[in-house]
């Protein structure tokens, strides 16, 4: 059973920094892509960062600058760098995995992640 365990979450201000962190096991990491979703109340959860077998990234416009997706392989862990955070990146953080399979990278395409987290939450405030 794939297991995804999100940590990292919290209340910041605007302008500050967290680290989201997931922890991967039950599966072999090295052979998934990982990637990194969010959502809000009654909104559709949407991609953020993902990070493909091949280290290939993909990332939301609106977070590019300020967002840094990377893993430790070792740990089987995945991180969101986030910086410069502004009160619209407030939403429940969700880590999610999809077997390569050889495909091409499905980038922050919602339907090709078969894998997800509980979510960790992140509130910036004004």
């Known amino acids: 059973q794939v297991q995804l365990v999100e940590s990292g979450g919290g209340s910041v201000q605007s302008g500050g920094s967290l680290r989201l962190s997931c922890i991967a096991s039950n599966y072999p990491y090295s052979t998934y892509s990982m990637a990194w979703f969010r959502q809000t109340p009654g909104k559709k959860r949407e991609g953020v960062a993902a990070?493909?077998?091949?280290?290939?990234?993909s990332y939301r416009a609106s977070v590019k600058d300020r967002f840094t997706v990377s893993q430790d392989r070792a740990k089987k862990t995945l991180y969101l760098q986030m910086h410069d955070l502004k009160p619209e990146d407030t939403a429940m953080y969700y880590c999610?995995?999809?077997?390569?399979?050889?495909?091409?990278?499905?980038?922050?395409?919602?339907?090709?992640?078969?894998?997800w987290g509980q979510g960790t939450q992140v509130t910036v405030s004004s």
């Open positions: 999610a995995a999809t077997q390569d399979g050889g495909r091409s990278f499905p980038g922050l395409i919602i339907d090709y992640y078969t894998y």
């Open positions: 990070l493909h077998t091949t280290g290939a990234t």
